[in-house]
């Protein structure tokens, strides 16, 4: 395989939701799943210790939001790319994702090709996932 393997920590506390997650970056066949999380301090434990590439973690965490997660792991000095997953496209909840340091955004209703490229983008660390299209920062 000539593409490097992203290894990824997934944080979502719906189990159906986390299971697909799963499936989509296994079969990606660049990606792979280090650890999974089903709430907030578990996840900030998981990329502490595995120290994976990318966090793909859903905004609705608890009982700590998935904003909280973020801010901890940029406190603790953790440059993981972070891509935070929300319901809906509301712009507070975003900006909140992205003003704590997370690298992008996808909504829970990307398909699965839209989140894998999510995935690979913030890996990347050069583009940012807006409403559905990827955008060059900088």
């Known amino acids: 395989m000539n593409n490097p393997t992203i290894r990824v920590v997934l944080a979502d506390t719906h189990g159906l939701a986390h299971r697909d997650l799963q ?3 296994r079969a990606a066949g660049d990606t792979i799943t280090v650890a999974s999380a089903g709430y907030a301090g578990q996840a900030v434990d998981l990329v502490t210790r595995h120290r994976p590439d990318v966090l793909v973690l859903d905004i609705e965490m608890s009982p700590a939001s998935g904003v909280e997660v973020i801010r901890r ?7 993981v790319g972070i891509l935070a997953l929300v319901t809906t496209g509301d712009t507070a909840c975003i900006r909140a994702a992205l003003n ?7 909504l829970k209703s990307s398909s ?4 894998v490229e999510a995935v690979r983008a913030v890996y990347e660390a050069n583009n940012v996932l807006i409403q559905g299209h990827l955008e060059r920062r900088g």
């Open 23 to 25: 499936k989509f970056l």
């Open 73 to 79: 792991l940029r406190a603790l000095g953790s440059n």
């Open 100 to 106: 704590a340091g997370a690298n992008g955004y996808a």
């Open 112 to 115: 699965a090709d839209e989140i």
